[in-house]
């Protein structure tokens, strides 16, 4: 047997933009049982944003991390199937990935500490029937079954030394603050920056330092100061709050900041900090 | 080891309104199966209506009783996160019950008997990083697995005596019928009122008295009869059954009653009985 | 015991059309686990289009087949609840299926080589207080149960010897080529026909002969041609593949085919192939 970072513990999470109405992801249950009965499948959702390869990037990034060491991570946002794009295994310090090499796994990877990456392709891997339109039943299922049974990643193909890289803009330090943007609008709403708590901490220790006041400007809105909590201000007014991952959010307490405001993802975010004349 | 009432099973319900688009509810099973990979997680829903503690309350009072002896309940509706309110567990005569003292766990904890009442506030407990808007993740997420892993109820915190309590009114007797109203609406539009056909069979066994006449009704309708199901009537007309919970319901058999009829929570329902003439 | 075909392996998958915002799922979850708490369950979806006997059937018989040898399958999409219909138990040569004997599990079990069907009345096996409204419950959760813990399916009452069947109309080869028409339409509006790869390699084998070329004609507009996979075309084009199923099926890249090109469940797709003059 081939020398192995992670043991797996026989958790499988789904991710995937399938929607719930189709049998796509019932499919891809029944693959990975049938090659292994004793995996232990694990719903993440099936509604990330259809064919947003972004989106998709995010949300893994945020939920991945959680996980036991040893848990298999399916994921198949894949705009690309059936074109030339590689399927990939990667291997980081304590969980295995698997889904197509189309970026979205590249943001995760990064942030578990990097990983290696391998090319899926080996044919004994891959459905009988070879299929040019779902390679999540085809491809990507039966390859998390058997990593989920022991299989080793050497075995999914060649490593890859090229994966295909997703990276969101780095905030900006200019003389007046920090220039951002937005990544990501969930379900509510709310809109997440790259503009993160752990960020400044580390490269401006004296952004927040008192008596300075803080403002967050992004289209035509001035705002003072950043909320302990979502509750905190007047349900009408937009606020900005540190978000449970440690992004600056802005959102509506009672709405949907994103449409209320008219913010899309890329939307331009500046965060200043002023002394305060006493 | 404490003294506990209930032997747990190693299941954990969840049953949010976080919806599936995002990650929070991965986020909470990564956390709860990184505590112990053996917990066996069972969805029930994360579309509760949005902020909605009664309608949560409702669904809760419906799920909960068919579980088996042992099982942990994770709810999380949560409007007031990050404001002074308390985090509860709570010990039934055979389930234990997580989640943010609102309310919403109050009627179920009522209709199986009743419960002890926790704060869930022991700081080993919670989550190292103290988020202010993800309790979920940082709260009741661990909380849950440590019960469903065997750690007694009373090492959650203090008892609570005083827990935020939700009840909805209670149908009134008048001369000539009973008065209720409309609790929850179903996503087919059925509307379940307090009227329940245990209640007047304890408390007016004569009502269903033959030669007697049932009328109900709500806003301009009058309803003849109560039917014994969904199909017994003209698919366009409204009808009245006796729902699968026990409640008297409004519905449509082709349609969706709320929208077509007017009828919202609190909508005002009357059923009378009248001798038939001969 | 009773001599049995299939040997259970513990899981019992659920395909209904309830949605995920009210109880009725859970119920049927807490139903399956008091009855044996090491029942695995597996959601294959709660989003069926509401209702419909046609599109469960087709989803029936593109999840099933890919599930273990001795998989207990729950499906229900019952509009004629209450009413006289019976409720069925069937055994194929792997699997067993329970839900309602309305015609839905009707081609899976066809297209699974056949099964034999009982009649589920066993007054034993059914919940104690019948209700009229809610069959999920109070029928098919408890059979599923039993069923998946081992009983025998000749415990679950008499053969039945006339199911209600459900078949799509065959395609008709004509002078010109054959004619189909559409059964199901996916939730990207991606549209899938009767005609098959299988059936056409099958009974007309020559049909994609070099030097032919194949076109298919559906209302105003005519494809030339099959896309090898969905990226193939113009993103803006309708373009017709072969699916992951092997069915034809008219598609737009990005878009919803069957809203843009106003196709529903039944529209007539024609394929003819015709001699390229050389």
């Known amino acids: 047997m081939d ?4 043991e797996v513990n026989g958790l499988v999470t789904l991710a995937t933009d399938f929607g719930e109405s189709d049998w796509f992801v019932g499919v891809m249950k029944g693959v990975m049982l049938r090659f292994n009965p004793d995996i232990r499948l694990v719903d993440l959702s099936h509604r990330i944003a ?3 390869i972004a989106s998709a990037a995010y949300f893994l990034t945020q939920a991945y991390p959680y996980f036991p060491s040893g848990t298999v991570h399916l994921a198949v946002v894949d705009p690309g199937v059936g074109s030339g794009r590689r399927a990939a295994v990667v291997e980081t310090a304590h969980h295995v990935l698997v889904g197509p090499d189309n970026g979205m796994l590249w943001p995760v990877t990064q942030a578990m500490g990097g990983g290696r990456w391998f090319s899926l392709e080996n044919p004994e891997w891959l459905a009988g ?3 040019s339109t779902f390679h999540g039943r085809d491809v990507f299922a039966p390859a998390a079954a058997r990593l989920a049974s022991g299989e080793s990643v050497e075995s999914a193909g060649p490593e890859m030394a ?5 990276e969101w803009p780095r905030p900006q330090r200019k003389p007046e603050g920090w220039h951002g943007e937005v990544l990501y609008i969930d379900r509510f709403g709310n809109c997440l920056t790259n503009l993160s708590r752990a960020l400044l901490d580390s490269e401006d220790p004296d952004f927040f330092a008192a008596p300075r ?12 100061g950043i909320s302990p909590f979502y509750q905190a201000a007047d349900p009408a007014m937009p606020m900005v709050v540190w978000g449970s ?6 959102a509506l307490y009672e709405g949907n900041a994103a449409a209320a405001l008219g913010i899309h993802l890329g939307t331009s975010v500046r965060l200043r900090s002023r002394l305060v004349s006493e």
Request: no cysteine; hydrophobic share 40%.
């Open 3 to 6: 020398w192995r970072w992670v």
């Open 50 to 52: 259809p064919h947003s």
């Open 129 to 131: 029937s070879a299929s």
């Open 162 to 166: 090229d994966p295909v890289r997703f």
């Open 213 to 224: 006041r803080v403002e967050v400007q992004f289209g035509d809105h001035l705002i003072q």
């Open 245 to 250: 991952g440690g992004a600056l959010e802005i």
